[in-house]
């Protein structure tokens, strides 16, 4: 009989460490960037699986208040509309993953960047009319028919640098999201001998009550 209690407890002192090690770890990943007036986020679990139904929720670092909430498609995405009040606090933001099984991840977005993918300088009508006048001289004598159209619809410098971030953007993203992903850690041995010993440690409780109920 004291082999069989020294047994159970052996199995659950075993399950609660895998227990607990285990619910320390993330075991899910999320990436998120931003675009204009959105957050877009992505998320997924260290196997390449897409997080289906997991909650994201986007947090207000200084007063840890969730300002958003949405659940993830079946392709693991989510985005959000930027509410004013953001760029009023003018806080850093984090989303936050919560997968199930205490899987949980978090990614933090600096102000900065909302910042910065919301500075959009519009240029000025004077900006414009000084090139369109300027290329026209007053010593020219034929000027083509179409010329102040084109200099008049040309892109300023403003909007040509509001292109080229938003392509580097659309570029970069990919590549920003496998860095994280070569970041996180991968399955490791504690990672199974945790699994096993939440299997044993609920298998090690049913037992010990039947032991119970036998000796009763």
Known sequence: MKKINIFLTFILIFGIWGTLSKSSAH????FCWVEGQ??????????????????????DLTTGKIIASKTTDNKGKVDFDLPKQVFTNKHDLE???LAGMGHRNTWKIPFKELQEQNDIKTPSATSKTSTSSSSVLPWDTTIPANSKNLSA???????IEQIIDK????????IMEKLTLLQEKKITLQDIFSGIGYIFGLMGIALYFMSKNKNE
């Open 27 to 30: 075991r899910v990943n999320i």
């Open 38 to 59: 959105k957050i877009y986020c992505e998320s997924k679990y260290p196997s390449g699986e897409k997080v289906k139904k997991g909650t994201v929720n986007i947090k």
């Open 95 to 97: 989303a936050e993953i």
């Open 153 to 159: 619809n040309s892109p300023s410098c403003e909007e």
């Open 167 to 174: 392509v580097l953007t659309k570029r970069l993203n990919p």
